[in-house]
């Protein structure tokens, strides 16, 4: 693993804790790009964003083959977005599947952390883009609803900004 800033680190983890549900895109074995929602189970010291799926699943397949990812994280009532680009990691290892195992990961897998099925993704993060918007729902409203009627774009005060990881 690449030896990261842990500040770098730590402001991912801020920008991407509270949204629990990213879009999780991927390549099938035709170049396309398939996505899905994924369950973020937790983030690690190294950036590695973890996440529980089954062996017979295509996401699970086609990352062997074609591991670079992306994950878009979004909270739109808040005008949050966060886009993390790495590579997958495929992770068969019951000692850790057994210390993340969940509610959620036991609804998913009803044999528990010991299903043959039950294995784990790990995606160590290259970059991530983010947008954050400083104003409140209010304020972005009235500035869109002002540009729209001035024929100007909304004077709002957004953030964007990227991380190399």
């Known amino acids: 693993m690449p030896n990261r800033n842990p500040n770098d ?3 991912l983890s801020a920008k991407i804790k509270g949204t629990r549900f990213p879009m999780f895109t991927w390549q099938d074995a035709h170049g396309h790009l398939l996505s899905q929602p994924m369950t973020q189970e937790h983030i690690d010291d190294d950036g590695g964003i973890w996440f529980f799926t089954s062996t017979q699943t295509s996401l699970w397949d086609c990352i062997a083959h074609r591991p670079q990812v992306n ?3 979004a909270k739109p009532e808040d005008q949050h977005y966060v886009s993390v680009a790495g590579t997958a990691e495929r992770v068969v290892d019951r000692e850790l599947i057994r210390k993340m195992w969940n509610t959620g990961a036991q609804a998913w897998f009803p044999a528990g952390p010991e299903d043959e099925h ?3 993704i790990r995606v160590d993060p290259h970059s991530a883009e983010y947008w954050d918007s400083n104003d409140n729902k209010m304020v972005r409203m009235f500035a869109m609803a002002k ?3 001035t024929g100007t774009t909304p004077d709002v005060n957004n953030e964007h900004g990227t991380l190399k990881l």
């Open 118 to 120: 039950a294995v784990l």
């Open 9 to 11: 680190i730590a402001e």
């Open 71 to 73: 994950l878009a994280f």
């Open 147 to 149: 540009a729209a009627m």
